[in-house]
């Protein structure tokens, strides 16, 4: 099901922004990064927001000198936000509806967290390092919860 067809976002909220660089870089210094990314559906606890579900998102990019550890991480940049979906028509789905089928809304917030995240990036000095513009899902691909990516080369 896709919940594009049932609800409208209403509302996003930044709930964290958190960048940290341990040392220089230069610009040409091969890295790599550890990019791990969630989203969770939950219940509005907002009377006031009938019909209405949230989604939090969060990014963290976590990047080593090529060869390195991530024990010991030479940068860490961290976003994470709330979005607020409200039903557009008067008859509500149940939230195990939402919750079953939230990765359908995922192509939405993705770009929005990754526009965020690259910015800190471009920020701390790091443009090397750039994140996918685009989440695409194999239909086989059932949980929205991503585990732990294996790391990405970036040169």
Do not use: W
Not at 19 to 45: N, Y
Request: hydrophobic fraction near 40%; aromatic fraction near 6%.
């Amino acid at each position: 099901m896709n919940l594009l067809d049932h609800f409208s976002l209403t509302q996003i909220q930044t709930l964290r922004l958190h960048a940290e660089l341990h040392g220089s870089v230069k610009q040409d210094t091969a890295l790599e990064a550890k990019i791990e990314i969630s989203f969770s559906p939950g219940k509005v606890a907002d009377a006031d927001l009938l019909n209405s579900y949230q989604i939090g998102a969060k990014i963290i990019c976590r990047g080593i000198l090529q060869g390195g550890s991530l024990e010991s991480p030479l940068f860490t940049v961290e976003c994470a936000m709330n979005a607020v979906y409200q039903a557009t028509s008067s008859s509500a789905l149940e939230y195990k509806v939402f919750h079953a089928n939230h990765n359908s809304l995922i192509r939405q917030l993705y770009p929005l967290l990754q526009q965020k995240t690259q910015s800190m990036l471009k920020e701390l000095g790091l443009s090397q390092i750039s994140l996918p513009l685009d989440l695409v899902q194999s239909s086989s691909q059932t949980k929205a919860e991503s585990a732990p990516a294996d790391p990405i080369q970036i040169h």
